[in-house]
């Protein structure tokens, strides 16, 4: 009779075996392919200057935003490993992680729209019933405001406070 143990050990190495036959009867020619595009990758960046897509700006603003969520869901982590902590607090800590982590999802989201529809870069934060959006764009167009607060307002059925600021 099998137990867990052996029923593992002969799935991993059973594994093991099909990936070590797959490498050793894989063509030479991919391998060297693979290699030769890599440090040609390496020498054409080493030649042309690197090309940010993304404002520095905007990127700032997601690593602070960031920053604050981590930080707040390692304290959320810290009440509920804590073994003084009340089965109350424990849930309430672990609801409000529920909460960030679905708002960090509907702000990625809203960016992922507005670059997919209107083609511009942003930043998005999200809280309550306020949402701020920034745009990378030196010209302020009242039009294009209205655009952004309708796609986002389309998303939700109460009203959103939505404010659209551009910055360069």
Sequence with gaps: MIN???LWFLTLFSLILVLSV???TMPNELLLTN???TVNKTEDT???EVVVNESDLLTSLRVESDEE???EIEDLKSVIADSKSSVEEKNNAFDKMKSLNN??????NLQNKIKDELK??????KTEDNIKVVIKSGKHDVELANKIMRLIQSDYDKKMYISVEFKE
């Design 4 to 6: 867990k143990k052996n």
């Design 22 to 24: 797959y490498y050793v």
């Design 35 to 37: 290699n030769s595009t």
């Design 46 to 48: 080493k030649k042309e």
């Design 69 to 71: 969520v981590s930080k």
């Design 103 to 108: 708002i960090k999802a509907e702000e990625e």
């Design 120 to 125: 511009l870069s942003s930043f998005v934060k």
